[in-house]
């Protein structure tokens, strides 16, 4: 019942920025915590970053911290991923997903963690 739909994707240069927005509707609560993963080819969907229900507690894993900030608005259900620093090893499918409770259980959690996801928005970093 919870839709998610992510834009924002497209192709930067590395060195440049982007900003990823995951819109949320249907039956999705703003008190639900948040996440962005990504997908590289070949590769298993892996964990960037999230955020709780409000707002309270932030993850990121180690290789963004500092380049990536999320943050979420629930005034207009959205959340978003600003990209600073693009590095070529960036390049994936940003996917966004949303858990069903306020706080994440952990600070590193696989796509199994995450029961409501969108269909992704494609990053291209060129050099």
């Known amino acids: 019942q919870v839709r998610l739909v992510e834009s924002g994707g497209g192709v930067v240069q590395a060195g440049g920025s982007l900003t990823l927005t995951c819109q949320a509707s249907?039956?999705?609560?703003?008190?639900?915590?948040m996440a962005w993963f990504r997908q590289s080819r070949g590769q298993e969907r892996e964990f960037v970053s999230q955020?709780?229900?409000?707002?309270?507690?932030?993850d990121y894993i180690d290789d963004v911290k500092g380049r990536f900030f999320i943050s979420r608005d629930s005034a207009t259900n959205t959340m978003r991923l600003l990209m600073h620093n693009i590095e070529p090893e960036d390049t994936a499918v940003y996917y966004c997903?949303?858990?069903?409770?306020?706080?994440?259980?952990?600070?590193?959690?696989?796509?199994?963690?995450?029961?409501?996801w969108g269909q992704g928005t494609q990053v291209t970093v060129s050099v």
């Open positions: 997903a949303a858990g069903t409770t306020k706080y994440a259980t952990t600070a590193s959690p696989s796509p199994l963690d995450y029961p409501y």
């Open positions: 249907g039956g999705f609560s703003n008190m639900q915590v």
């Open positions: 955020i709780a229900g409000d707002g309270t507690t932030i």
